[in-house]
């Protein structure tokens, strides 16, 4: 079970405060050693929030989707030797851009003749 910060901080200060290990069980329902745990995470800096940060990568998203934008039937091979880099890089990178490869719709599904020729056949 996952607990809050504060509520890890207001428990070792009760024990601190010098209430005995039965009374922080009743009063936390944690044993000693959990107390142990938290009391030396906390002297460690464990709990302070760390900011996240995104990594830097070799592919820049924003130069990836201009050049895009300004040639969109490049080929990944192309895309990547302006980029230095794999074309299965910039595969992953487009994906995780949301581009992907425009469909072309089927040539028979717009073809009418074909279609009429197939259902007078049956």
């Known amino acids: 079970m996952a607990y809050s910060d ?22 936390f329902k944690i044993p ?3 107390y142990y745990d938290w ?3 906390f002297a460690d800096g464990y709990y302070d929030r760390k900011v996240k940060r995104q990594r830097r990568r070799k592919i820049d998203r924003e ?10 039937d490049a080929y990944l091979r192309e895309l990547a030797e302006q980029f ?6 910039v595969f992953y990178m487009l994906r995780k851009l949301g581009i992907t490869l425009e469909k ?3 040539p028979t599904a717009g073809n009418p003749r074909r279609n009429a020729r197939s ?3 049956s």
């Open 32 to 34: 000693p050693g959990t």
């Open 39 to 41: 009391k030396q995470k």
């Open 63 to 72: 130069k990836l989707r201009q050049a895009v934008a300004e040639k969109p």
């Open 6 to 27: 504060d509520y890890r901080k207001r428990a070792i200060e009760y024990k601190d405060s010098g209430h005995t290990f039965g009374e922080l069980r009743e009063a």
């Open 119 to 121: 259902s007078e056949e």
């Open 104 to 106: 072309k719709p089927s």
């Open 84 to 89: 230095s880099c794999t074309a299965t890089a």
